[in-house]
């Protein structure tokens, strides 16, 4: 991934670890972590890891919103979709080596990956459950996929390795998330003001942090 880093801050940290914590009380993902990388995209890694792009950070407008994508990854963790898609793209000698001398296709091959109708819906199911029982509201999720819906065909360099690339989006998805939001539910927000700000500042706040290396790999 060339010289990117990941972002580390004592609040950043803690707001990522509370997120995670509601979404991921099993924990079943081994990690979560936040990349400083300015795509916004989401990506599991074989083996439960999620990475978070701090485009997607930056471009949401709630911690609501990145729970929703949160979930959904953790779909791909319970499920090993990640692990199947990659099998079947680069085959089988190339995941179980841990991409050795093919490490850039491996990872091209992470952030080509495209799933399925199916495996798309199931991941989806799991972040509703996720959240109805963190008591956050899908409403976001749906709004942020309606926006994000509305950016295809805009077309920048890095646009062909954002979240939409591998995980497209439809109407009848938006509907389900936004059909999930129950009427007179007590929702509470995925993390509060401060622990937001803290994750939203986490990339720019680490002075440690390696910078992208300015462009598409």
Same mark, same amino acid.
């Given at each position: 991934m060339g010289n990117v880093g990941f972002c580390h801050t004592p609040a950043g940290d803690a707001a990522l670890k509370a997120l995670a914590a509601q979404l991921d009380p099993q924990h079943e993902a081994r990690e979560i972590a936040l990349a400083n990388i300015p795509m916004v995209n989401a990506v599991t890694l074989p083996g439960g890891r999620i990475i978070l792009f701090d485009g997607l950070v930056q471009q949401a407008k709630s911690p609501d919103e990145v729970a929703g994508v949160l979930g959904h990854e953790l779909g791909h963790v319970r499920h090993r979709d990640t692990m199947t898609g990659l099998i079947r793209q680069l085959g089988l000698s190339v995941v179980l080596g841990g991409a050795g001398g093919?490490? +850039?296709? $491996? *990872?091209? +091959?992470? *952030? @080509?990956l495209s799933y399925g109708r199916g495996a798309e819906s199931?991941?989806? =199911?799991?972040a509703i459950d996720?959240?109805?029982?963190a008591r956050i509201s899908p409403a976001a999720t749906a709004a942020f996929f309606e926006r994000l819906g509305g950016q295809e065909g805009e077309g920048t360099e890095t646009q062909a390795m954002t979240w939409l690339s591998s995980h497209p989006l439809s109407a009848a998805r938006r509907r389900r998330f936004a059909a999930a939001v129950k009427p007179g539910a007590s $929702?509470? #927000?995925? *993390?509060d003001r401060a622990e937001w700000q803290a994750l939203r500042t @986490?990339?720019? @706040?680490? #002075?440690?942090?390696?910078? &992208?290396? =300015?462009?598409? &790999?």
């Open positions: 093919n490490a +850039g296709g $491996y *990872l091209n +091959g992470v *952030l @080509s199931a991941a989806d =199911g799991v996720r959240m109805r029982e $929702y509470r #927000p995925a *993390l @986490s990339c720019a @706040s680490d #002075p440690k942090v390696a910078k &992208f290396w =300015g462009k598409a &790999f």
